[in-house]
């Protein structure tokens, strides 16, 4: 089963940018869908954006414009570049890795994400 170890979760100013990273111990271009969750305090967690094994994205309504999901097959990593961060970004942010042949659905440790001035 794919592992996750995620980096650059910082404290950053509203306005600012962060790039997190979610490396993986295998190769990820074939599974069927790697997304980024995030979850606040008294929150639910939320799916914030995914992209599938054929290359299709999807964001939530606030994200959009602002946050870009992308994979390097080659590097076996998951990126998440955030612009222009509003204090509401403000959450621990997961990498998430779902197959469905083989079965598995996996977690990164999370990442403290802290926008304010």
């Known amino acids: 089963q794919v592992r996750l170890v995620e980096s650059g979760g910082d404290l950053v100013q509203p306005g600012g940018s962060l790039r997190l990273s979610c490396a993986a111990s295998?190769?990820?271009?074939?599974?069927?869908?790697m997304g980024w969750y995030r979850q606040s305090p008294g929150k639910a967690r939320e799916l914030v954006t995914a992209?599938?094994?054929?290359?299709?994205?999807t964001y939530v309504d606030s994200v959009k414009g602002r946050f870009t999901i992308s994979r390097d097959n080659a590097k076996n990593t998951l990126y998440l570049l955030m612009n222009s961060l509003k204090p509401e970004d403000t959450a621990v942010y997961y990498c998430?890795?779902?197959?469905?042949?083989?079965?598995?659905?996996?977690w990164g440790q999370g990442n403290q994400v802290t926008v304010s001035s």
């Open positions: 998430n890795a779902f197959s469905v042949r083989p079965s598995y659905n996996t």
């Open positions: 295998e190769n990820i271009s074939s599974t069927f869908r």
């Open positions: 992209i599938f094994s054929h290359g299709q994205t």
